[in-house]
């Protein structure tokens, strides 16, 4: 694209992407009357052809940082080798865009609105940030690869959100997001790899969560969730290893759960946070807390659908 082209928005950008310098247009970061102000829009072929084949200035290290605006047309990076940071906050996509098998630096898009996220193969070197943002459709990760953090507190989506055999070299941060797809899939995440923690304290999930085969260094937190969905599967945790699994302060569960062939060194949970119906066959802990006498804990082993499996009384 011509820079006769640009718009005097898109011309700032240019400008500051070859500085690595930010380009904030919220009304209270820019002057009255500022074009940043005036018209805040920016179109996705634009960003594209920046990260692409932008201009590069000797001392200076390029970098897309935008705040606050809206990105017209769909921002197609599938398949691109991006060497510079990508930071998008609270930005509104009018369209998903797309970073397939991209790999890129680090990707920021927190507070940011979007319609949906495909980036199945994505791979990270850096942090993936997604705290604060608001997906009204899927977020495709699966088979992604992250070299740092995957950050999403207080991420809010309104479809699945898909890591399956992702690899975060470090933690999964989930705290109080709102995963809201009843009925469904909110969170399917089977034979996820996790460096060190999977932090969901204060989760609230309308639908599945599906964790089967997860690995993660230190522990897999629910402190203080709510997963909800009746009729199915709440929670499966099946053939899942952790130093610890905790759902310490949580509320009593809705729907089955299941941890049949799991592994933990620790599980922290008081029995009524259990629901009717768990799967318990070939679980694995070394201990339990609270400490609480046998009689309160053996209601539990009597909600296994596999009737009496002597290893769960073991």
Known sequence: ME???????????????ARGEAVDVRPEHGAPGSPDVAGSSVRAAVLRGLLLSGPVEDGEIPALCLRGVTITGRLDLAYAEIPYPIQLMACDFEDTPDLSEARVRRLDLCASRLPALTAPGL?????????????????????????????????????????????????????DARLHNPQALALNAPSLSLGTVLNAG???????????????????????????????????LSSCEARQLTLRDAEPIKGEVRLHHSTFKAIEADPKVWPDVVRLEGLVYESLSPRLPAAQRLPLLEHDQDGFVPHSYE
């Open 123 to 175: 791979r990270v070197e850096g942090d993936l940030v997604l705290a604060d943002c608001q997906v009204s459709g899927p977020i495709q990760l699966g088979y992604a690869r992250v070299e740092g953090n995957i950050n999403a507190p207080r991420l809010m989506a309104q479809g699945e959100v898909v890591l399956e055999a992702a690899q975060v070299a470090r933690a999964l941060d989930l705290e």
């Open 3 to 17: 820079i006769a082209d640009l718009t005097p928005l898109e011309s700032r950008i240019r400008y500051a992407f």
């Open 202 to 236: 204060g989760l609230r999930a309308e639908g599945k969560v599906r964790l089967t085969g997860t690995r993660a260094g230190g522990w897999i937190s629910f402190i203080e969730a709510r997963l909800h969905n009746p009729g199915g599967v709440a929670l499966g």
